[in-house]
């Protein structure tokens, strides 16, 4: 997407035109080399309230909802995901800005979680239809501790946090109307009231649905790209894939209360 004047401003007509463009696309790639941090806010802010990142370091002072992701830091979010799944009002907008790129490698890949549940057969449609699923933070540190990248005390200590939350198996967008599977390999401990065999079987089967090519779109990062996406829309992650610093600048828009 171009045509931002960012050295004149932010315009409500701009504003309009990218929240019209994401509803309907799910993804944005805006061109933004000449954003600011407080345009940054002012676009966000367009979507909502602001999520206080509180596992992430900020730009600090009058800018502490600008999440810093630092490669050189293990910042990495290279599993498929739906922004933070584990909470009650996990984030609908997303928007990364490109501060520092590698040379090669990078790339973020989505997919259209609306095109997923488009393909799937009228029967999947209405099995899935009612079910609930779990969400857990913990997930994450549980896949490290089986390869290897922590302990069990990392395990402990993400499940006392008490990070998890429960969400339909398919959801319908507020604005759009669209209906979008929404479990994630990465969240997404087990379906309630399902057993156990069935469950895992249900999921593993979607896990493998979504991610058919025909939903998806990998974006190729150019210098100061700006990436605005819908997490009631699409799933992505982060290819982990170069050895120079990739450094982020994120703001997250939580739902209404």
């Not at 699923?133 to 008490?162: F, N, S, T």
């Not at 829309?233 to 050895?243: E, I, L, P």
Request: glycine residues 10%; proline residues 5%.
């Amino acid at each position: 997407m171009t045509g931002i004047d960012w050295e004149g401003g932010l315009t409500a007509d701009d504003l309009v035109g990218v929240e019209t463009a994401l509803c309907e696309h799910g993804v944005l790639a805006v061109a933004a080399a000449g954003m600011r941090p407080d345009q940054h806010v002012q676009l966000a802010g367009h979507f909502g309230e602001f999520e206080h990142h509180e596992f992430f370091r900020n730009q600090g002072e009058g800018f502490e909802h600008i999440t810093v992701l630092d490669s050189d830091l293990g910042d990495r979010a290279n599993l498929w995901h739906v922004d933070e799944q584990f909470l009650e009002r996990p984030p609908m907008v997303t928007l990364t800005h490109a501060i520092q790129l590698p040379s090669w490698g990078g790339d973020t890949s989505f997919i259209s979680l609306h095109a997923a549940y488009d393909g799937l057969s009228p029967n999947m449609r209405e099995y899935l239809d009612g079910l609930v699923a779990v969400h857990d933070l913990a997930m994450v540190a549980e896949m490290m501790w089986q390869g290897g990248g922590c302990d069990a005390q990392r395990v402990a200590d993400d499940i006392a946090k008490g990070k998890q939350a429960t969400h339909p198996v398919v959801i319908t967008h507020p604005v759009n109307g669209r209906r979008a599977v929404y479990v994630s390999p990465t969240y997404t401990r087990f379906i309630q009231g399902v057993p156990r065999l069935e469950a895992e079987t249900i999921l593993g089967f979607l896990y493998a649905h979504v991610q058919k090519p025909e939903y998806g779109y990998r974006h190729r990062w150019e210098p100061g790209d700006l990436l605005i996406w819908d997490n009631r829309s699409v799933m992505h992650q982060a290819a982990y894939d170069f050895g120079e610093r990739r450094v982020m600048h994120r703001i997250s828009v939580l739902p209404p209360g």
